[in-house]
């Protein structure tokens, strides 16, 4: 579902984020991307949503070959990729439900579909009843399941999460990984960053380990 | 694991159409939530439009004035007074013949008295006098091609030579002179529309471009859940369109309304001068061009800063 082919990524004003990764993800994996901050974890995962582009190499998602993707092909692998992240990155003026909604909305899907789909999204993070209050009016951990129900409910095929549980509690955390978990189960590919290394070895799923832009360990599949 | 659904071809228009009500309807939504801001847009856009088209409108009304008066060129030539009917009628034979005329018309004095008399107020004191004050008058016609007012000129010269002449008086000159005056004001206020039209346009661009900042967050989100390029742009682009709009019936409103107060002095003054001439506003046809123009604006106003501002999802 995601190959990595001798991938590297430069910024001019930080220099090499990635250099050379090699890896391949099956469909329907849950994988861990673990690493210190800085290590590239993130620009990793924002390669895999096109958010941006490798310097070098080849980067394939669910047959698509970023490198040679056109502009205009962009937001349509956007929606087979939902992505999670650390900071929530809702809309503070809208209510959960319009949050979760937006994925729908640009595809110009029908009102009556758009409600059914996001409320059965809001009731898989256990927030159906949350619909219309605002983001601020919810919790951290209810933001971030906001988050994810918001990259669910396209139900695209690969899940991104950047540090989901980063400002979470232990007890919340674990609830939102297995949320995760619950998504591999019906055949979702996932790729979470985390630095909570307790929670990653207690949950048993393949991890790669970066460190300074390089892979040094892959414990495979499980 | 169910995919997303792919749209079938057939249900594609339908979305579209769908999206794009969609659009329109939520953008005016949007405009409405801060009232103030949007009537001062408006406002601005309104008063900028309307001066042009109150230009044209006073030109308008000014030619469908000139229009009721005689246009074609004429020059009056007035008889000595001794000179009697039947000799002025050798004198027009003679003139008919000059290459520069197409027409000679003679007016006898027994036609001038009556037509005199006609005019009214002067019945008693012509009354009073026995004899026929009025001399002959020919009216002369040149063709078009001699119509120019230095041909004009050239020909009240001639005329005035000869020896049966009095004077003769050019009645059309300062008529041609205020269609000028017309076409020059017209063109003026055409530049004046160009103009303000720039001025239009750097309105709704600015207005735009400040919207598409305050709403950065949104947009990156809503390309971040795989927004096309033309969704994002949409509603700015209605938005635009909207304020044009808005604007050209703001004009709209400011003209006819200052038509509507002018009427009735207007009347006034026309019937002092006997005339049945009656103020008239943007036509339909006019409105149609205004609001059609203004929204036109609208749309490339907000086109240009959409163009700038917003360039899709781009990886860096």
């Known amino acids: 579902m995601i190959q990595f082919q001798h991938v590297f990524k430069r910024y001019p004003e930080r220099g090499e984020a990635l250099g050379g990764i090699n890896f391949e993800v099956q469909t329907g994996e849950l994988v861990f991307l673990t690493g210190h901050s800085g290590a590239g974890k993130s620009t990793l995962l924002r390669l895999i949503g096109l958010l941006e582009r490798p310097s070098r190499g080849q980067v394939v998602v669910n047959g698509r070959n970023l490198l040679t993707l056109p502009r205009n092909q962009i937001p349509y692998h956007r929606r087979q990729v939902g992505m999670i992240f650390q900071d929530h990155r809702l809309l503070q003026d809208r209510s959960v439900f ?14 009556k579909e758009i409600g059914r789909r996001v409320r059965a999204a809001l009731d898989q993070v256990g927030l159906l009843k949350r619909e219309r209050a605002t983001p601020v009016a919810l919790s951290g951990g209810e933001q971030q399941r906001v988050g994810i129900a918001r990259a669910v409910v396209g139900r695209p095929p690969v899940l991104l999460a950047d540090e989901p549980t980063g400002n979470l509690d232990p007890d919340l955390s674990r609830e939102i990984f297995e949320l995760f978990e619950r998504f591999q189960y019906v055949g979702v590919t996932l790729m979470i960053a985390t630095h909570d290394l307790a929670l990653v070895n207690s949950m048993r799923h393949r991890t790669l380990t970066l460190d300074d832009g390089r892979l040094i360990n892959d414990t495979g599949s499980w | 694991m169910r995919k997303a659904r792919t749209p079938k071809l057939v249900e594609l228009p339908g979305i579209w159409l769908g999206q794009h009500i969609q659009t329109i309807v939520a953008t005016l939504g949007r405009l409405m939530d801060s009232p103030l801001p949007s009537s001062m847009t408006m406002a601005v856009i309104g008063i900028s439009l309307a001066l042009p088209a109150a230009l044209f409108v006073m030109t308008e009304n000014l030619r469908t004035m000139a229009g009721g008066w005689d246009q074609t060129a004429a020059i009056s030539l007035f008889l000595k007074f001794e000179i009697d009917d039947q000799e002025a009628g050798r004198v027009a034979d003679e003139v008919k013949t000059w290459s520069e005329i197409t027409r000679v018309h003679l ?55 000869r020896p049966e002449a009095d004077f003769a008086r050019m009645d059309t000159l300062w008529l041609q002179r205020f269609q000028a005056i017309l076409d020059l004001i017209q063109s003026g206020s055409l530049l004046l529309g ?123």
């Open chain 2, 107 to 161: 007016i006898t004095r027994e036609q001038a008295l009556a037509e005199f008399r006609d005019l009214g107020g002067f019945e008693e004191s012509l009354d009073k006098i026995t004899k026929n004050p009025l001399p002959v008058v020919l009216t002369i016609y040149p063709g078009p091609a001699h119509s120019s007012p230095e041909q004009l000129e050239a020909l009240q010269g001639k005329l005035m030579k």
């Open chain 2, 194 to 316: 160009v103009l303000l039209g720039i001025g239009v346009l750097l309105i709704i661009g600015n207005t735009i471009r400040l919207e598409i900042l305050n709403r950065r967050v949104e947009i990156e989100i809503m390309e971040l859940v795989g927004a096309t390029a033309a969704f994002i742009r949409r509603p700015f682009l209605y938005t635009g369109a909207w304020y044009g709009l808005l604007g050209g019936l703001t004009a709209w409103l400011l003209v006819t309304l200052a038509t509507l107060l002018l009427q009735q002095p207007v009347s006034r003054l026309a019937s002092l001068y006997r005339s049945e001439f009656q103020l008239s506003g943007l036509g339909f046809a006019a409105t149609g061009l205004l609001l059609a123009s203004s929204i036109l604006l609208g749309l490339i106003g907000s086109l240009l800063a959409v163009n700038r501002h917003l360039r899709g999802a781009e990886p860096g």
């Open chain 1, 98 to 111: 319009d949050n979760v909604a937006l994925p729908l909305v640009v595809t110009g899907l029908g009102q």
